[in-house]
């Protein structure tokens, strides 16, 4: 049986490269980028998946440092909710321009009521690391 789509929606804050300039203001301590809610109340228990694809950029602060950067990805609207996905990846410290990342992961068995928040955050190791653009995440609910 092929899977029901239940829900989709968007998180966009950056449309375009270099197009915002967010500090990272406190490091190790995560900032939000993503949020959305989407309705699961018609999946099939045990049989409902949520999920995300996204793109971050960011630029090393004006001294580079070895800097590590972790988006999570949480079922809930803080970091005390479910946590359903976390990367981690070193920025390259030879490059001072925005560098991308990209994440794609899924939420199995997702909870089949409505109104289920999903939020992504993004953690940096060092001071002054900054959030340029683009920041794109999109959530899709299915269930088979």
């Known amino acids: 049986m092929p899977a029901r789509f239940l829900d989709s929606k968007t998180s966009q804050n950056a449309s375009y490269a270099n197009s915002i ?77 925005p560098q991308l990342l990209t994440i794609a992961g899924s939420d199995f068995n997702a909870p089949n009521i409505g109104n289920v928040a999903y939020t992504v955050f993004v953690t940096a190791s060092l001071l002054g690391t900054i959030r340029v653009g683009p920041e794109s995440f999109n959530f899709t609910a299915v269930s088979d």
């Open 21 to 97: 300039a967010i500090p990272i203001s406190v490091a190790n301590a995560p900032q939000l980028v993503a949020q959305q809610t989407l309705d699961l109340s018609a999946g099939t228990a045990g049989l409902t998946r949520v999920e995300f694809t996204g793109i971050i950029s960011l630029q090393l602060p004006l001294l580079p440092a070895v800097t590590n950067i972790t988006l999570d990805v949480y079922r809930g609207l803080t970091t005390g909710g479910v946590l359903v996905f976390s990367a981690s990846e070193n920025l390259n410290i030879n490059l001072l321009g």
